[in-house]
T-cell receptor, first 117, second 112 residues
Framework: AQTVTQSQPEMSVQEAETVTLSCTYD???????LFWYKQPPSRQMILVIR??????QNATENRFSVNFQKAAKSFSLKISDSQLGDTAMYFC??????????????FGQGTTLQVKP | DAEITQSPRHKITETGRQVTLACHQT?????MFWYRQDLGHGLRLIHY???????NKGEVSDGYSVSRSNTEDLPLTLESAASSQTSVYFC???????????FGSGTRLTVV
């Protein structure tokens, strides 16, 4: 069974600094997709960034970038120049089209990030 | 603009009552999903549907049911609410999971 693990329940960072959130996953599939979602206090789930496993290049979206290590099954999120609006819970998620998944998103436990002024 | 809406946003109900949470999407997505969010567990899949008349159980389906009579709606029913079902419930839809889901704003359900 595929699993996603976020080992950091809570993190904090000073405004304007850089922070990295960790995520590991377990799968026997070779082709899959990984995501980071942001959930601010409003409760809305917002897609931050997406990575296709067959692409070597790490995805980047403005201040958000990932470090995708396929062999290590690691998918960390780096937030540069942290802003107060980045305060949220962040979820790592996985999907594939292999047997037993068929397009369902599997989520990690979440990491609560607090950006301090 | 297309959207996915959940109602109600908050609900308090009593143990043993039947409760239905609504989910309506105008994206014309075939795939719809219900998750519950609990601290320390992330989001866990309750039920999902890949199209009209199709429903499937997720990892935490006991005590819940869904039906899909049209593309737009996937209501979630708690047959007999229990305190363990106090949670935040999210509905989501997608055409291709490869691109992630579009989520509703969630329903906070409290069972007393």
């Amino acid at each position: 069974a595929q699993t996603v693990t976020q080992s950091q329940p809570e993190m904090s960072v000073q405004e304007a600094e850089t922070v990295t959130l960790s995520c590991t996953y377990d799968t026997s599939e070779s082709n899959y997709y990984l995501f980071w979602y942001k959930q601010p206090p409003s409760r809305q789930m917002i897609l931050v960034i997406r990575q296709e496993a067959y692409k070597q290049q790490n995805a980047t979206e403005n201040r958000f970038s990932v470090n995708f290590q396929k062999a290590a099954k690691s998918f960390s999120l780096k937030i540069s120049d942290s802003q107060l609006g980045d305060t949220a819970m962040y979820f790592c998620a996985f999907t594939s089209h292999g047997s037993g998944n068929t397009g369902k998103l599997i989520f990690g436990q979440g990491t609560t990030l607090q950006v301090k002024p | 603009d297309a959207e996915i809406t959940q109602s109600p946003r908050h609900k308090i109900t009593e143990t043993g009552r039947q409760v239905t949470l609504a989910c309506h999407q105008t994206w014309n997505h075939n795939n719809m999903f219900w998750y519950r969010q609990d601290l320390g567990h992330g989001l866990r899949l309750i039920h999902y549907s890949y199209g009209v008349q199709d429903t499937n159980k997720g990892e935490v389906s006991d005590g819940y049911s869904v039906s899909r009579s049209n593309t737009e709606d996937l209501p979630l029913t708690l047959e007999s609410a229990a305190s363990s079902q106090t949670s935040v419930y999210f509905c989501a839809s997608s055409e291709w999971a490869n691109y992630g889901y579009t989520f509703g704003s969630g329903t906070r359900l409290t069972v007393v």
